[in-house]
């Protein structure tokens, strides 16, 4: 391709900052960043926010290479046909390469009551409203955190340090991704901090009320304050658009994560699809997957054939109040093992993982290219040759 290239990146969260930056190792890129806050919203610190110990935002000026222009909007659609995008204010933007790195949310809730009577928990703005309420809430007030992942169990853990009389109710495992030996490190840092963890057979909200939760085995539970962290959802965007999209709303790509629709977009982070096999929604796998982003659309710019995907995770950190935590380490797969660090020392290592993901965009934004990502997912190619084998045969 001869002349100047526009590249508009929906999304500003890691993923999406991690692509911009990237690109502007050419010089004869015009890249535009849309996003709906002015500010970097570090996700993985929402739970602090609730707590009181951090606010989770940092500024873009940090994050964000200088010749990336930053478009405070929202996109409310995308005309693949016309090559641009309609803004919330009812501008058009045009580009010759789109990246959809929208990210995800709360899960629309099925549940009865979690709309109108739980606080749910995965932006930014829905932290600062739960905090609030914190903040007013008795320091008796019962608090029921649902959702056994990590996010449930660094809240739980946060406001129990604080005093406050929580329950975690799992709807399942505690920790599901965790090693049987990570889980029972986890659930002792709980129960240290006075957590009351329910899990098991029974254990799923059937339905939430202003002042309690109701258990799938008939149990309930008195619930001043409702935090529903069960499940992330993705934004409607693409398929609003007419874009392919899985059943969770993520955008199909091929396994160098192109559009299966169209060449020009290119999707990363977790809203990403690739060979309908989606990483594990991740700030470990928004880094990897904005870089390679990046890279997709700088190969199709320079005549050359996209590289395929083959990164992947290899731990997961998860914080128990302020003083200690667990960090659970993998297999190249993203399969639990056996070994995991615990205590003050698991406590470090999360807080060096938080401080990691913006070091590593700021570093990318002074010296564009040279992001690398160690582990790489042996098993992804057999994974993805076994399913395209059993794909029905197109006649």
């Known amino acids: ?61 940090e994050v964000l290479a200088e010749g990336v222009r930053l478009v405070v909007d ?49 932006g930014l703005e829905e932290a600062r409203r739960l905090r609030a309420a914190v903040d007013g809430a008795p320091a008796t007030a019962a608090v029921t955190v649902v959702g056994g992942g990590p996010l449930g169990i660094e809240t739980a853990a946060e406001l129990a340090e604080l005093g406050r009389a929580v329950t975690l109710v799992c709807g399942g495992r505690l920790g599901p991704y965790l090693h049987p030996r990570g889980r029972r490190s ?70 160098t994560l192109t559009s299966v629709d169209d060449d020009r977009i290119v999707a990363t982070g977790d809203a990403a699809a690739p060979s309908g096999l989606p990483l594990r929604m991740s700030c470990q796998a928004a880094l990897p ?36 935590g667990v960090f659970q380490l993998a297999h190249r797969n993203d399969t639990a093992m056996r070994l995991h660090l615990r205590g003050r020392l698991g406590a470090m290592i999360k807080e060096s993982a938080c401080k990691s993901p913006i070091k590593q965009l700021a570093n990318e934004a002074r010296k564009p290219g040279s992001h690398t990502w160690p582990v790489k997912d042996v098993k992804r190619r057999q994974l993805v040759q076994a399913k395209r084998s059993e794909a029905p045969a197109i006649r």
């Not at 501008?91 to 606080?119: H, Q, R």
């Not at 939760?213 to 409607?236: K, Y």
């Open 74 to 122: 929202t996109v409310t659609r995308i005309n693949a046909a016309g090559r641009s995008v309609t803004l919330e204010t009812g501008d058009p933007l045009g580009y010759d390469y789109l990246i959809y790195a929208v990210g995800s949310g709360s899960a629309d809730p099925s549940v009865p009551g979690v709309a109108e009577f739980a606080y749910p928990l995965a």
């Open 289 to 324: 997957l904005g870089s390679h982003a990046a890279d997709t659309v700088l190969s199709r710019m320079a005549g050359e054939r996209p590289a395929d995907f083959t990164r992947g995770i290899a731990a997961m950190c998860v914080s128990l109040g302020r003083r200690a």
């Open 186 to 255: 986890v659930a002792k840092g709980l129960a240290k901090l006075g957590v009351t963890v329910i899990e098991g057979p029974g254990a799923t909200v059937t339905a939430v009320t202003r002042d309690a939760v109701q258990l799938s085995d008939g149990r309930e539970l008195p619930s001043t304050m409702t935090i529903w962290t069960a499940g992330f959802g993705v934004p409607d965007l693409a398929g609003r658009s007419g874009l392919s999209t899985d059943a969770a709303g993520r955008l199909l790509t091929d396994e």
């Open 1 to 61: 391709m001869t002349g100047h290239t526009e590249v508009v990146v929906i999304g500003g969260g890691y993923a999406g900052v991690m692509a911009a930056n990237r690109l502007t190792q050419r010089d004869d890129v015009t890249v535009r960043l849309i996003n709906p806050r002015p500010g970097f919203v570090e996700r993985i610190r929402l739970h602090q926010l609730v707590g009181g110990s951090d606010d989770a935002v940092v500024d873009y000026r």
